[in-house]
């Protein structure tokens, strides 16, 4: 099954909004084997629109629009579908009903404007918002199925996963089987030679598709027949253990969180480069307060010393940014938060603040687990957000290799 994406805005052209919607969605197609082969990205111009869906329609199966489905004038998405589809909007009194109570209840009363969210087609469908008051449409001409959903992340997501999603597997008469294996620690190029061999020789009847990121690599298994994809999986996998963390979408934090649970281990988190960023990849998994005991983000010397009891002569004589604070550090918050491990961040994320000595992307990390602690230095980009998440990445990369050995 092959589709074509289109997102709409004028944000999106002019860069004031970064398009995160066409990456998730053409991962989310990709996992249930759909080929996303043509993306557009256009304004808010109804002709534009109709054009644009004419030219993608052709050998698709799917068509997939985001954005233009609010209230203000600019939103002309559903516009543009009736005019395409050649229906005519009514207007739904029992969801204009459901809005005004639902407004109601955050003590706002509903605006005019929000009226024309409440109109419906009459020859197409209503895709159905439970996160805001934009609904989707839902169109077929000829073979091909068209959707129109909200440009706000989290709606779109919401409604592919409980809607489109479900209705696009269900058309699959041989569907594609996906497995995914999630790597980090290696570059695509070294990782490709552990494996390419191994590809070749046994001549399954399968796709493998190499997925790189900034925080790993993944490894995407595509066919008809689930038993090849098992069967390569099996092959594949021995050769890269050290760097596989999981499968499909689970996460690094996940996969450590559940390691601790099972060991009964906790852990706290000293951070300084990467400002808290690590604490907040450990929360974002639900019952992460199981493991997680809290974290210290010491961003200066005089919080290092203050809070984990960085030594005022290891910091003239050695440095912020050193294997001698991030040892002391990552033994610090261990002893305040009384925790079986400690693991702590110290670095030059950049632009500026980087010496020959110690140049922008100097990243020390350290890791305490009461036996010894483990130092690792790194020396990763100029780039400053690029800098944190990899040490974020990184540093629960070193959790989660010290778990597997206990």
Request: with cysteine; proline share 4%; glycine share 10%.
């Amino acid at each position: 099954m092959k589709a074509a994406l289109i997102t709409i805005g004028n944000e999106l052209l002019s860069g004031f909004t970064v398009n995160t919607n066409a990456a998730w969605i053409g991962q989310e197609m990709g996992n249930i084997g759909i080929e996303l082969r043509v993306q557009h990205t256009i304004g808010d111009d109804k002709e534009h629109i109709i054009t644009a869906l004419e030219d993608v329609s052709k050998d698709m199966s799917v068509v997939v629009v985001t954005g233009g489905l609010g209230p203000t004038h600019d939103d002309v998405t559903p516009s543009a579908f009736y005019s395409y589809f050649e229906d005519k909007p009514v207007f739904d009194e029992q969801y204009w009903k459901e809005l005004t109570e639902r407004f109601s209840r955050i003590n706002y009363s509903i605006p005019d404007l929000n009226r024309n969210q409440a109109m419906k087609p009459e020859k197409g469908e209503v895709i159905q918002n439970m996160l805001g008051s934009a609904r989707g449409l839902q169109f077929k001409k000829g073979s091909c199925h068209y959707f129109a959903l909200p440009g706000v992340p989290k709606e779109m997501k919401a409604m592919m996963m409980s809607t489109v999603l479900p209705f696009l597997k269900s058309l699959e008469e041989k569907p594609i089987s996906v497995r995914t294996i999630r790597t980090t620690g290696i570059p695509e190029s070294a990782l490709a030679e552990k494996i390419n061999k191994k590809i070749i020789s046994h001549n399954f009847p399968c796709s493998v598709a190499f997925l790189p990121k900034l925080t790993g690599v993944d490894i995407r298994l595509f066919g008809q027949d689930a038993q090849n994809i098992r069967d390569m999986e099996e092959i594949l996998t021995p050769v890269i253990e050290k760097y596989v963390y999981g499968y499909d979408d689970v996460s690094l934090e996940e996969v450590v969180g559940n390691r601790l649970r099972e060991l009964g281990l906790t852990l706290a988190t000293a951070e300084s480069c990467t400002g808290g960023l690590l604490g907040h990849r450990i929360t974002s998994v639900s019952g992460s307060s199981d493991y997680y005991l809290g974290g210290v983000v010491s961003y200066n010397n005089e919080a290092k010393m203050e809070l984990l009891g960085v030594k005022k002569q290891t910091l003239e004589k050695f440095g912020a940014v050193s294997e001698e604070t991030v040892r002391e550090m990552a033994q610090g918050v261990r002893s305040l938060f009384k925790s079986d491990l400690g693991i702590s961040i110290s670095g030059i994320a950049g632009p500026t603040g980087g010496t020959p000595e110690k140049p922008v992307g100097l990243i020390y990390i350290g890791l305490s687990s009461g036996k010894e602690v483990a130092v690792k230095k790194f020396n990763f980009f100029r780039d400053r957000d690029s800098n944190k998440r990899i040490s974020s990445q990184v540093a629960l990369n070193m959790i989660r290799l010290a778990l597997k050995n206990e």
